[in-house]
């Protein structure tokens, strides 16, 4: 079965760079989740969106953006890039009425040096 | 603020035997929880889950209890096995067709051959 899709798997980047983070839901999951987890911590969301619109917010800093395209695939764009935020980046999907659980990809590891 | 807790960080169980993950949650807009499972360098894998309005859900080894009244739920593996081995996270969210879910800090969990 397709499973969530993303990429990169990892990324360096320096401090102040940017990234691009992407995520590819399951076929006909309308709802895509981000999560971040630092090392030794828990999952964290940080926004999700609902048919191509915000959905939710939480702990995302005015640093980061993200937005989800027509085909469902969901961007996470984060600017001027501090060391605080090398973490495993998770994304996970959800077809809304279905079932309440999230499937989640295998995330992008981003290293900031 | 930590809404969902797991107050093990680390369980050893011998294979064969119960293991026996616990959580506690805060928040009582909670209405469903849902155990996953994380392998290093991988994405949570969902493993069960269990709505409110119940207090027992059983899928093979692995059964979820939860006690509303005293906002805890425990994950039981019967018999415990080695490929069991993993960090276990303890989540929850609220209801409707999507909702953020909010993880607890996880315990890892290593069954001994």
């Known amino acids: 079965a397709a499973g969530v899709i993303q990429s990169p798997r990892h990324l360096i980047k320096e401090k102040r760079e940017t990234a691009t983070l992407k995520c590819y839901p399951i076929?006909?999951?309308?709802?895509v989740y981000w999560y971040q987890q630092g090392p030794g911590q828990d999952p964290q969301f940080l926004i999700s969106f609902y048919e191509k619109m915000q959905s939710d917010k939480g702990s995302i800093p005015d640093r980061f953006s993200a937005q989800q395209f027509s085909d469902y695939h969901s961007e996470l764009n984060m600017s001027s890039l501090e060391l605080g935020d090398s973490a495993l980046y998770f994304c996970?999907?959800?077809?809304?009425?279905?079932?309440?659980?999230?499937?989640f990809g295998p995330g992008t590891r981003l290293t900031v040096l | 603020d930590q809404q969902v807790k797991q107050n093990s960080p680390s369980l050893s169980v011998q294979e064969g035997r119960i293991s026996i993950l616990n959580c506690d949650y805060t928040n009582s807009m909670f209405d469903y929880f849902l155990w996953y499972k994380k392998y290093p360098a991988e994405g949570p894998t969902f493993l069960i889950s269990?709505?409110?309005?119940?207090d027992k859900n059983e899928d093979g080894r692995f059964t979820v209890f939860l006690n509303k009244s005293a906002k805890h739920l425990s994950l039981h593996i019967v018999p415990s096995q080695p490929g069991d081995s993993a960090v276990y996270f303890c989540?929850?969210?609220?209801?409707?067709?999507?909702?953020?879910?909010?993880f607890g800090t996880g315990t890892k969990l290593q069954v001994i051959p």
């Open positions: 269990i709505s409110s309005i119940k």
């Open positions: 076929p006909r999951h309308d709802t």
């Open positions: 996970a999907s959800h077809r809304r009425g279905a079932s309440n659980e999230q499937f």
């Open positions: 989540a929850a969210s609220g209801s409707g067709g999507y909702q953020k879910v909010t």
